[in-house]
């Protein structure tokens, strides 16, 4: 089962034709048979399994946030409290988080399920996702070529069906470049329109929060 909109998986959900717990099974099993693409550094996997629990309870009585039912990957250069970040260096090895990015925190408050953390880039300096600590990430359509960065594991995510939405961060087209080369849509919002906190920055005066999906949802997502 493949979903390309968040509104099929609303109505699946609502129908019990899915609840959120297989929707993360699904999506870790995406992850488990694409692992060659290193689109992942990370994989919450027990998390993301006990949160679908949560929100399906939520569900049931009627106290779900906006999100529910939205699985969701962050590039490795947003704050994730009590997770990992490394920006795919070296550098930031064993770094815990302290608090939330305003962006996930937003995304949590509303229920979504955070999958894992992405493959980025070292420091989101790059164009092609080749210079990351982790090894570099392969596109979905053709493993021979490069999925563009720096946000390339967030957009190969995305592609290849590992989680609905990503964020990734885009200075200079690290959000836009990778969303073509891998045939998804990525948008970088107008400057500030999303905040900065929590976000390794690169440059700071030019950096933005983005985000990755599909064509045929994207419309539908940002009502959300």
């Known amino acids: 089962?493949?979903?390309?909109?968040?509104?099929?998986?609303?109505?699946?959900?609502?129908?019990?034709?899915?609840?959120?717990?297989?929707?993360?099974?699904?999506?870790?099993?995406?992850?488990?048979?694409?692992?060659?693409?290193?689109?992942?550094?990370?994989?919450?996997?027990?998390?993301?399994?006990?949160?679908?629990?949560?929100?399906?309870?939520?569900?049931?009585?009627?106290?779900?946030?906006?999100?529910?039912?939205?699985?969701?990957?962050?590039?490795?250069?947003?704050?994730?409290?009590?997770?990992?970040?490394?920006?795919?260096?070296?550098?930031?090895?064993?770094?815990?988080?302290?608090?939330?990015?305003?962006?996930v925190q937003r995304l949590i408050d509303e229920d979504a399920i955070i999958i894992g953390r992405q493959n980025c880039d070292e420091f989101a300096m790059g164009s092609s996702n080749e210079k990351s600590a982790f090894g570099p990430v392969r596109n979905a359509a053709d493993e021979s070529r490069v999925p563009g960065g720096s946000s390339g594991g967030s957009a190969v995510a995305v592609q290849a069906d590992m989680c609905l939405v990503s964020l990734g961060s885009d200075t200079g087209g690290s959000v836009r470049q990778p969303a073509s080369f891998c045939g998804i849509v990525g948008i970088k919002p107008t400057y500030s329109r999303i905040s900065r906190w929590g976000l390794i920055a690169y440059a700071?005066?030019?950096?933005?929060?983005?985000v990755f999906a599909r064509k045929n949802q994207f419309q539908n997502l940002v009502n959300y």
């Open 204 to 210: 700071s005066s030019f950096d933005c929060i983005g």
């Open 1 to 103: 089962m493949s979903y390309r909109s968040f509104d099929l998986i609303k109505a699946d959900i609502a129908s019990a034709k899915i609840s959120c717990a297989e929707l993360v099974d699904m999506y870790l099993a995406n992850i488990a048979k694409n692992q060659h693409l290193n689109a992942f550094v990370e994989i919450y996997a027990a998390e993301a399994k006990a949160k679908a629990i949560e929100v399906d309870a939520k569900i049931k009585a009627g106290k779900a946030g906006k999100l529910a039912g939205m699985v969701v990957g962050l590039k490795d250069v947003l704050s994730h409290e009590g997770h990992g970040l490394q920006a795919s260096s070296k550098i930031l090895k064993n770094y815990v988080a302290q608090y939330n990015a305003t962006a």
